[in-house]
């Protein structure tokens, strides 16, 4: 259920509000693995937030597609039958600087922009509270953050130390203009953008004027347009950009890839064109380590240089908020990573008994942005994605907690030639052990060969969102119609989930479908049967006005509808919720009376694997 793969989303956005302490974890409700209880999902397209929120106070939809803003708080919850519920973001607002432009690209200029930047009053201030400054590039909800121990920080503005640096680094205004010349005696204005949908990006962004400013920088602000985004994406010319991210589990593994100075020309990668051999450096043990010390000390540091060297100054972590009606249905979902909004809801709220259910009736959402395609490789928006992954089933989703639950795989191990003489020294081999329930929504079964050649077809397709991670992959092959085989040339904890989060598609359109072409195939659903895999098929669609999808009767952990006055009738194969997740351990579990194999490298012996992988959501709406 969890987004699989790594996301990347044109963000165009800036914030809302999410965070608490780096030991708060929301706890999700004890809910079952079989669904969904609702007949149909509709989601509404209700661009303006305000809307959003008339629509729920005047009962039109049941749930708020998105975070919303803090603005609208005290009004929902002074309303009957609305619960509003918060969730510690798993991400951040923040500032991407040039680094590849002069004199940008001087450490000194950054570190003394961001000593005086005035973190603390961002997230008091504009984010009403409901913030907290934040340093590491690892939010602090993450178990991996190495948030507040650090020597220093930038929470309060330093005037006086970034003017030193900078006088320091011979930033002097040579021609009494009353601005800083760089250290070459040129002429130089800082142009800070932000996407115009937050008042909290458009704030941000002036207090970042300010900040320049009052270091005698010459600097303004302007609104970014949409196609401003690109120059961005593609590594041309900007100054600063006020942005947001939001990660979509716990794997810190994008970190060898976000500022590695070799992607530092890469679209859609290294936004801030930093390169750094020190930071290079770490690369290696974070990616090919199998040992967890050794992948952390490797992570610590990499957070520390970036710490110090600002190609990106995170400026706050703050609060998600969600909203529901409470009248209808009941069973939402608080998940540690999109609050009450997340599909889990999709798949766990039922109706309530005073409605006759628990089974049946129309969830109600709304959606900010209309659906872009229904090709969940060249998806660009995370509201599209939101959709989309309810089409499509993986091997392994995560949790309400952020835990790995086996899905399509009923289990899996993993292992080294340390562990198995057969596999080649320095290989990793995973086996997965597919559910032998699993089918298409035409029917026909879902198997070890479909995984095999979707994987096969996210690696030689070059700039699919999936393919990333799998450039190591040397084989993915069926070996039973149940059992698949996949093996990487290099050794990596991360691996696992490279495989196991990706969409699994059928192999009968891609066969038909040239790897390098992956981006032209467009299904129409309501024109041509759509093959699918997941808990919804879609239904009914007007494309910028709503999106329906209808429960799928042939899923394979599809509940039994027996007609009852209690919500915990399932299927046999429920496997029970992983309710306690240590994100910084391992765990096991036993899982429909068989124990779930994990890592057998140098970890403990474990099972179900609970940090990993890599993959994050920019948002195209709030950041």
């Known amino acids: 259920m969890r987004k699989m793969g790594f996301v990347m989303l044109l963000l165009f956005s800036v914030v809302l509000l999410q965070v608490l302490p780096a030991n708060a974890q929301s706890e999700a409700p004890s809910f079952s693995t079989s669904g969904p209880f609702v007949d149909k999902v509709r989601f509404e397209v209700i661009t303006?937030?305000?809307?959003?929120?008339?629509?729920l106070l005047q009962d039109e939809i049941d749930l708020i597609g998105e975070s919303i803003s803090p603005s609208f708080l005290a009004e929902l919850q002074e309303a009957e039958d609305i619960q509003v519920v918060k969730t510690p973001r798993n991400g951040y607002g923040f500032i991407t600087i040039n680094c590849a432009k002069y004199p940008l690209s001087i450490t000194a200029f950054r570190r003394a922009f961001a000593f005086a930047l005035n973190k603390t009053a961002i997230a008091t201030d504009i984010c009403e509270g409901l913030a907290v400054p934040l340093d590491s590039c690892i939010p602090m909800i993450n178990p991996w953050s190495i948030e507040g121990q650090l020597p220093y920080n930038y929470y309060d503005s330093d005037v006086s130390y970034g003017n030193f640096l900078l006088n320091e680094a011979g930033f002097w205004d040579v021609n009494d203009d009353g601005f800083r010349e760089a250290p070459d005696g040129t002429d130089f204005e800082v142009l800070v953008e932000s996407s115009g949908a937050s008042m909290t990006g458009i704030e941000t962004a002036r207090c970042a004027v300010d900040a320049l400013l009052r270091l005698d920088i010459d600097a303004r602000f302007d609104i970014l347009g949409f196609d401003d985004m690109y120059r961005l994406v593609n590594h041309e010319p900007y100054d600063m950009m006020f942005l947001g991210w939001t990660f979509a589990d716990f794997d810190v593994d994008w970190l060898a890839y976000q500022f590695w100075s070799e992607y530092a020309d890469e679209r859609f990668w290294n936004f801030p064109n930093f390169r750094n051999d020190s930071y290079d450096a770490w690369r290696g043990q974070l990616m090919n380590s199998t040992d967890y010390d050794d992948v952390y000390e490797a992570a610590k540091e990499m957070q520390k240089i970036i710490a110090y060297e600002c190609p990106i100054i995170i400026c706050y972590e703050n609060?998600?908020?969600?909203?529901?009606?409470?009248?209808?249905?009941?069973?939402?979902?608080?998940?540690?990573?999109?609050?009450?909004?997340?599909?889990?809801?999709?798949?766990?709220?039922?109706?309530?008994s005073s409605q006759g259910g628990p089974f049946g009736g129309t969830l109600r959402r709304s959606i900010p942005l209309g659906i872009d395609t229904f090709n969940i490789m060249s998806a660009s928006s995370g509201y599209t994605i939101d959709i989309l992954d309810e089409l499509y089933d993986s091997l392994i989703v995560q949790n309400p907690n952020g835990g790995d639950i086996p899905w399509l795989a009923e289990s899996f191990i993993v292992e080294t030639h340390a562990d198995n003489e057969a596999v080649p020294t320095g290989w990793t081999r995973i086996i997965f052990h597919i559910a032998s329930n699993a089918?298409?929504?035409?029917?026909?079964?879902?198997?070890?060969?479909?995984?095999?050649?979707?994987?096969?077809?996210?690696?030689?397709?070059?700039?699919n969102r999936f393919r990333h991670d799998l450039t190591d992959m040397i084989s993915a092959f069926a070996r039973t119609p149940n059992v698949i085989q996949v093996e990487f040339s290099s050794e990596s904890m991360w691996h696992l989930h490279s495989v196991g989060y990706k969409p699994i598609l059928p192999k009968q359109i891609l066969v038909d479908l040239d790897p390098e072409e992956w981006h032209i195939w467009n299904p129409q659903p309501l024109t041509e049967t759509m093959i699918t895999s997941g808990p919804f098929n879609v239904s009914a669609y007007v494309p910028g006005e709503y999106i329906e999808l209808t429960r799928n009767p042939r899923y394979f952990r599809g509940i039994q509808r027996i007609p009852s006055t209690t919500t915990s009738t399932t299927t046999s194969n429920t496997i029970p919720v992983i309710s306690s997740i240590d994100p910084m351990g391992w765990l096991g579990a036993t899982v429909g009376g068989m124990t779930v194999l994990g890592w057998t490298i140098t970890l403990p012996s474990i099972v179900v694997i609970v940090v990993v992988a890599v993959k994050w959501r920019m948002e195209t709406g709030k950041g």
């Open 48 to 55: 303006q937030d305000d809307a959003q929120v008339r629509a």
């Open 319 to 352: 609060y998600l908020l969600s909203a529901y009606r409470t009248d209808k249905f009941e069973g939402f979902v608080n998940d540690v990573f999109d609050g009450a909004h997340s599909i889990w809801s999709n798949f766990n709220v039922r109706l309530k």
């Open 439 to 463: 089918t298409w929504s035409d029917g026909t079964p879902l198997t070890a060969d479909d995984v095999a050649h979707t994987l096969l077809f996210y690696r030689n397709s070059p700039g």
